[in-house]
T-cell receptor
Framework: NAGVMQNPRHLVRRRGQEARLRCSPM?????VYWYRQLPEEGLKFMVY????????ESGMPKERFSAEFPKEGPSILRIQQVVRGDSAAYFC???????????FGQGTRLTVV | ELKVEQNPLFLSMQEGKNYTIYCNYS?????LYWYRQDPGKSLESLFV?????AVKQEGRLMASLDTKARLSTLHITAAVHDLSATYFC???????????????FGQGTRLTINP
């Protein structure tokens, strides 16, 4: 049973480009969460999704950031027109419907140059 | 707004010694988690504490939860070099029975264990 799979592991984008981060939850998990970790800091909640629904996006920046979890395929975190301040590690986690414990993926380290 | 504070933020200790990391949080929650993170890596789940008075132990690590005091501790016994890492506590904002997780993390405690 594979864990939470994120790709790419490392992503370099120039300012103004788009970044797409993918997350496949653990088998049997229907809840996906995205967190951002800035250097030397803890993780900050961004968004919580279930299949085809955004449940809580209270941690998402109002502009340029969007997330989806389609019926088929991985969850996608999309950042448009990236800026240097978007450089961070982005972690995806998944849980089953009970939500007692979430398991984290390896993260995508985004560098904006 | 829920705040989670850890202390100390940096801890350098010698092998064989005991120490405790503290995690305080500001509003009621019955779910608290401890994670370990090695540099450049993901988070490894260490403990899930789901009720007041919960105590869990794994090897040289022991975690406890006091929901009345809004305090969790991670105790390290006879530290060894392999335990060097950053340790995070996280509190679930959604409350019990929420069916989901929305974690607020502490700042992390960077633990260095010297031979």
């Amino acid at each position: 049973n594979a864990g939470v799979m994120q790709n790419p592991r490392h992503l370099v984008r120039r300012r103004g480009q788009e970044a797409r981060l993918r997350c496949s939850p653990m088998k049997g998990h229907s809840h996906v969460y995205w967190y951002r970790q800035l250097p030397e800091e803890g993780l900050k909640f961004m968004v919580y999704l279930q299949k085809e629904n955004i449940i809580d996006e209270s941690g998402m920046p109002k502009e340029r950031f969007s997330a989806e979890f389609p019926k088929e395929g991985p969850s996608i975190l999309r950042i448009q027109q990236v800026v240097r301040g978007d450089s961070a590690a982005y972690f995806c986690a998944s849980s089953d419907s009970r939500g007692l414990e979430a398991f984290f993926g390896q993260g995508t380290r985004l560098t904006v140059v | 707004e829920l705040k989670v504070e850890q202390n100390p933020l940096f801890l350098s200790m010698q092998e064989g010694k005991n120490y405790t990391i503290y995690c305080n949080y500001s509003t009621t929650s019955d779910r608290l988690y401890w994670y370990r993170q090695d540099p450049g890596k993901s988070l490894e789940s260490l403990f899930v504490l789901l009720s007041n008075g919960a105590v869990k132990q794994e090897g040289r690590l022991m975690a406890s939860l006091d929901t009345k005091a809004r305090l969790s501790t991670l105790h390290i016994t006879a530290a060894v070099h392999d335990l060097s890492a950053t340790y995070f506590c996280a509190v679930d904002m959604t409350g019990t029975g929420g069916g989901a997780q929305k974690l607020v993390f502490g700042q992390g405690t960077r633990l260095t264990i010297n031979p």
